[in-house]
C-alpha cells in the first residue's frame, strides 16, 4: 500500500496490541487529548477536540503510517466530514473494523478479562479498560447498528476509499485481518494502474487531434 490508512476501530477489537512494536501502525489513543483539572484530578475532552484528533490522524496517514483512531461518533463524523470537504483525503483509506452484533456478551466479557488482568498492572491502564467496558456494555447495539449502517458504495454520502471489515467471531488476528485487506487493495491498485496507462496509450494513439 503506497499510503497509510486510518482503521476506525471498535473497543477491544485489537488498536494497542497491533500497534506496538508495529512502525507502520499507530495507536492513536483519544485519551491523550484529554485535560486533567489540576484540582479535582477529573479528565475531560475539550472543545472540538475531535478536529485535532482527526487532524493528527490524518497527518500520520500522510507520512505512511496506518493509523488506528477511536470509533467516537464525533470522530467517525468528523472523518467522513473532511472527506466530503477535501477530495485529497479519499487517497486514505479508512476501514471500519468491528463485532457482529450477534457477539455483544462475548465481546463484553472480553473486555471484562481485559479490565480484570490489567487491574493489578497499571491504574491509568485499568481506568481506561473499565471507561471502556462501561461505554460498550451501554452502548453496543446503538454503536453496532450505527456502524453497520455505514454504506461504502454510497459514494455521495461517505466519499470514496471507505471499507468495512466485521468481526464473526472473538478468535480472530487482528494484523492478519488488516494484511489480508491491504493485500487485496494492493492488487487492485496494481490493476487499476495498469488500466490507466492501457487508456493513456489508447487515447494518444488513437485520439490525437
Known sequence: MSTGMIVVGFPGIGKTSISFGKNNFVDLESSCFNIVDPVTNKKTKPDNWEKLYVSVAYDLAKQGKHVCVSNHN????????????????????????????????????????????????DKDIADKNKAALDAVAANYD??????????????????????????????YDLAAALKRFIDAYD????????????REHFMNTYCVM
Open 142 to 171: 446503538e454503536w453496532i447498528d450505527a456502524l453497520e449502517r455505514i454504506d461504502p458504495n454510497n459514494v455521495t454520502a461517505y466519499g470514496n476509499n471507505v471499507y468495512k471489515i466485521p468481526i464473526v467471531g472473538v478468535d
Open 74 to 121: 464525533l470522530v467517525i463524523d468528523e472523518l467522513l466530514d473532511r472527506k466530503q470537504k477535501d477530495s485529497r483525503l479519499d487517497e486514505y483509506p479508512i476501514v471500519f473494523v468491528y463485532p457482529k452484533k450477534n457477539l455483544k456478551d462475548r465481546w463484553i466479557e472480553r473486555l471484562t478479562d481485559r479490565y480484570n488482568s490489567s487491574v493489578q498492572i
Open 187 to 198: 492488487r487492485y491498485e496494481s490493476k487499476l494502474s495498469e488500466l490507466c496507462k492501457i
